[in-house]
């Protein structure tokens, strides 16, 4: 059981579309869990007030540190140890699937969802949060990115995806966006299937395959082609166990490793 849990004044928004699908499948499985915690139950005061005016001046407010540790306090004792305390930020790192990967086979996450103009920094600093970005866009609350983070962890976690190849030949995986897919009909509104994925010849079939994820890659997202190409140019230097195409070789350089 992989267990998520989650810090958020909006908990009725919780699990919301993880209770569909693949996810949703594995939720009534138990082969993960989700529990929500409401910050506003650490509210102050009559109002259960979360949040105040920005130090220094500004627009919007900003999330109480008093209000948020404490919130994280109350699920931290009973959590499984070293379970990541994530803030969800647009000022974090990326979330790469590399990132994912390590989360899925870890011993679950805890996930706060900040709202307003974000979360005192000093909740942050003294509660040792790693904070994560789903994209370089900014969204009105942690709530959807939290959903983001957990329905890509879930989907890797063991019998979660039917075909156990299914993951790994992914976009990211081995540095590369997929290669296009197709299937029935053969020729739609006039346009075939390329011929080599119909030839059974399965060498020329992953050639073609990687010579496209190697196409759209260099084409839609030069800063991962960089990369490849690194990783390729070390893979050919003598002494090197580095492949970028090897399905299992080392994975892609991540900033939040
Ligand atoms: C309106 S945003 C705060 C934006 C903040 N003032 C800034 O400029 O960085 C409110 C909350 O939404 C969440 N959020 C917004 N965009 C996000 C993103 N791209 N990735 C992760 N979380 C995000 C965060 O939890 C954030 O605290």
Redesign the pocket.
């Known amino acids: 059981m992989w267990p998520a849990t989650v810090l958020t004044l909006f908990p009725e928004l919780f699990p919301g579309p993880l209770a569909a699908s693949l996810s949703g499948k594995a939720l009534e499985q138990g082969i993960w869990s989700i529990r929500t915690i409401d910050i506003r139950d650490f509210g102050l005061g009559r109002h259960r007030s979360v949040d105040d005016t920005p130090f220094g001046g500004g627009a ?1 407010m900003v ?1 109480r540190p008093d209000v948020a540790a404490a919130a994280i306090d109350s699920v931290r004792g009973d959590a499984p140890r070293g379970r990541p305390l994530i ?6 790192c990326p ?1 790469t699937q590399q990132r994912v990967r390590q989360l899925a086979r870890g011993p679950g996450v805890i996930l ?8 005192d920094q000093r909740a942050i600093d003294l509660r040792g949060m790693e904070e ?11 709530e ?2 939290a959903m983001a983070l957990l329905d890509a962890c879930i989907r890797l976690l063991p019998g979660v995806l039917g075909s156990a190849n299914s993951a790994g030949e992914e976009s990211f995986e081995h540095g590369l966006l997929e290669y296009p897919q197709y299937t029935k009909p053969r020729i739609f509104e006039q346009f075939e299937v390329p011929a080599v994925l119909i030839s059974g010849n399965h060498g020329e079939i992953a050639e073609w395959r990687r010579r496209e994820a190697e196409r759209l890659t260099c084409k839609r997202r030069p800063d991962l082609w960089a990369l490849y190409e690194n990783r390729r140019r070390s893979a050919k230097t003598p002494g090197s166990q580095e492949d970028p195409r090897r399905p299992g070789g080392k994975d892609e350089p991540d900033s939040n490793a």
């Open positions: 919007g999330l803030y969800l930020s647009p000022r974090g979330l706060l969802c900040g709202r307003f103009e974000g979360l994560i970005s789903i994209g370089d866009y900014v969204l009105s609350g942690g959807i990115p």
